[in-house]
């Protein structure tokens, strides 16, 4: 019974350094932290906030994919090309959507970042 329970424990810790380095390898080694408390803090917090990612981003996924405009559009197109093989218009709206997506996420980021910016002053 205790080595099952070591074996359980060690594959956690596994799983949550992996979790750890893959947030580093997501930030380009950017966040590499210089002191021991940093180490700690970073290998407690960065699995976290590297699920709580996942699991927004999966929400705004679901939710896009729900959204009546966007799931009119999306029959819409596929009732359009449906049949063709490959689709550049699938193509071309599938690219279309996620700039869209990204430019709205950076524009948004760039607006709370300019109010951060006008809250610190």
Excluded: H
Aim: hydrophobic share 60%; net charge positive; with cysteine.
């Amino acid at each position: 019974m205790t080595m099952r329970i070591a074996k359980a424990i060690f594959r956690f810790v596994c799983i949550w350094v992996g979790l750890a380095l893959l947030v580093l390898l997501y930030t380009g080694f950017t966040s590499i932290p210089r002191t021991i408390v940093g180490w700690a803090l970073f290998l407690f917090f960065a699995p976290v906030a590297y699920i709580a990612m996942e699991g927004a981003f999966w929400l705004v996924s679901a939710g896009l994919r729900n959204f009546p405009p966007a799931r009119r559009f999306a029959e819409w197109v596929g009732q359009r090309t449906a049949g063709e093989e490959l689709s550049l218009e699938r193509i071309f709206w599938g690219v279309f959507g996620v700039v869209l997506f990204f430019s709205v996420f950076v524009a948004g980021l760039w607006s709370v970042g300019r109010l951060i910016d006008w809250i610190k002053t």
